[in-house]
């Protein structure tokens, strides 16, 4: 039976007890398009520790967004379940258990970026919002155009808005679909070092990317194709000898 089931209890904030991993298991999906059905995802397990990076690959059309969504709970297996360490009930994992940058990054057209990052811990009655979103920005490079709105500044800086967001409540896990895929290198190695601080403060995080830099930068490497893992192994060694964490 699909599910998502809580497991464990977060410390407040931070990276889940225990050490109890983010997990999808024999996860099957299929879109339907009319009558065509599209087998997105056809059996997939899946998991992610605290405090590793894990670098999800595979071509266009593989299923790595599927299974970002499975795992957030934003599009429900048909078959298989996921785990989140530290969700409150099922289903509803709060920013600080469970934090995305989705591939459409989601930010409000008609808030700032600070407000848009602060939103989270607004949401979440945490202390001094504002003070934590401009932090966030500051950290990735953002700091000067707090103030502007989404439609302002560039689409890699709205990218790293979006990183920023999921991350103002320390999540004890982060799943981002394709977050270096507007930014040219010298960002997209700011970025991994910022994930991968993240990383090691106790974070588990899962990117889907097609970028080498990633694949680099990453403790471990699950590759996808055509709705199966067909492959694993560490990101360093994928990326041809260079030192998983080169980035940080
Ligand atoms: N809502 C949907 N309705 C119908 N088909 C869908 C839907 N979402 C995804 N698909 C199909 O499911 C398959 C997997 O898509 P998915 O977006 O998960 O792949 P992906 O690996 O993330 O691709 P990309 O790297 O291009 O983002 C593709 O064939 C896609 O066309």
Known sequence: ??????????AAGGPAAGGAALRGTGLYRTH????????????????????EVVALLGRSGSGKTTLLHCLVGWERPDRGEVTVPGARSPGEA???????????LGLLDELTLADNVAMPARLA????????????????GLGALADRLPDEVSLGEQQRTALARALVL???FLVADE????????LSVHVLGVLRACADTGTGVLVASHD?????AA??????????????GDGGDAAGGQPARSAG
């Open 212 to 216: 080498p830099l990633v694949v680099a």
């Open 94 to 104: 709060d920013w600080s258990t469970l934090a995305v940058v989705p591939q459409r």
């Open 1 to 10: 039976m699909a599910g998502v089931h809580a497991a464990g209890v977060p």
């Open 125 to 140: 009655g945490a202390p001094d919002p504002r003070a934590a979103a401009l932090a966030g920005l500051e950290q990735l």
């Open 179 to 186: 977050p270096t895929g507007r930014l040219d290198q010298e």
């Open 170 to 172: 320390r999540p004890a």
């Open 219 to 232: 403790d471990r490497v699950v590759r996808l194709s055509d709705g199966r893992v067909v492959g694993a």
């Open 32 to 51: 339907r398009r009319g009558r065509e059905e599209v087998h997105a995802l056809r059996g997939v397990d899946v998991a992610v520790a605290p405090g």
